[in-house]
Nanobody, 121 residues
Framework: QVQLVESGGGEVHTGESLTLSCVLS????????MGWYRQAPGKERELVAVISSDGIATYADSYRGRFTVFRVNANNTVYLQMSNLNHEDTAKYHCHAAGVIRSNGDEYDYWGRGTWVSVFS
């Protein structure tokens, strides 16, 4: 059993910052990739940023420079630091993780339930 639990969402005003966190727990042997996706109302889920186990981050062009993804491997936690938020950033932010399960060696690919970020002017 593998779980992803996001936290840190909430309501902010335009121009403010917010940091999301996501903790991976369970029967884990390794974690290869962790990252963040978001889904705005009425839109498809889209990539925000992902980060590999050795710290290489990949961003969707729209968020590079304004959002920062980082992870702490020791506690299987990934963060998304968001700055200068605007109304278009209003969305449900989902954490994603991929790796290998300890007990059977199978690969896993899990999504968290998401945390809402609402930006008001």
């Amino acid at each position: 059993q593998v779980q992803l639990v996001e936290s840190g969402g909430g309501e902010v005003h335009t121009g403010e910052s917010l940091t999301l966190s996501c903790v991976l727990s369970g029967d884990i042997r390794s974690v290869s990739s962790m990252g963040w996706y978001r889904q705005a109302p009425g839109k498809e889920r889209e990539l925000v940023a992902v980060i590999s186990s050795d710290g290489i981050a990949t961003y969707a062009d729209s968020y590079r420079g304004r959002f920062t993804v980082f992870r702490v491997n020791a506690n299987n936690t990934v963060y998304l630091q968001m700055s200068n938020l605007n109304h278009e950033d209003t969305a449900k932010y989902h954490c994603h993780a991929a790796g290998v399960i300890r007990s059977n060696g199978d690969e896993y690919d899990y999504w968290g339930r998401g945390t809402w970020v609402s930006v008001f002017s």
